[in-house]
């Protein structure tokens, strides 16, 4: 079993930056993602990382995501730089023992954290 715990999240302006964070209680799961989904829209995966720490990264973030884990701590990261007011939305952390890309069917899910970009 394993539990996903989200912090960091927040109200920014446009051009700011957030670190979101995410640890993983449990068993360390080998694919842990983020995503987000914003009212009346679908949930959408943003970045993911495998246990060798390859990294993939939505179209519409390259450049601005960064994922990252931190193994000692059990901890996932998402650097979010130079916002963006359509970055508003509720980010979560997923994971699996099994990949699923940019699709929404991991097995385990944080609360998730509200990020909110003001122009």
């Known amino acids: 079993q394993v539990q996903l715990v989200e912090s960091g999240g927040g109200s920014v302006q446009a051009g700011g930056s957030l670190r979101l964070s995410c640890v993983a209680f449990g068993y360390e799961p080998y694919y842990m993602g983020w995503f987000r989904q914003a009212p009346g829209k679908e949930r959408e995966g943003v970045a993911v990382?495998?246990?060798?720490?390859?990294?993939s990264y939505a179209e519409s973030v390259k450049g601005r995501f960064t994922i990252s884990k931190e193994n000692a701590k059990n901890t996932l990261y998402l650097q979010i730089d130079s916002l963006k007011p359509e970055d508003t939305a509720m980010y979560y952390c997923?994971?699996?023992?099994?990949?699923?890309?940019?699709?929404?069917?991991?097995?385990?899910w944080g609360q998730g954290t509200q990020v909110t970009v003001s122009s």
């Open positions: 990382i495998d246990s060798d720490e390859r990294t």
């Open positions: 997923a994971a699996d023992w099994f990949p699923h890309g940019f699709l929404p069917d991991y097995k385990y």
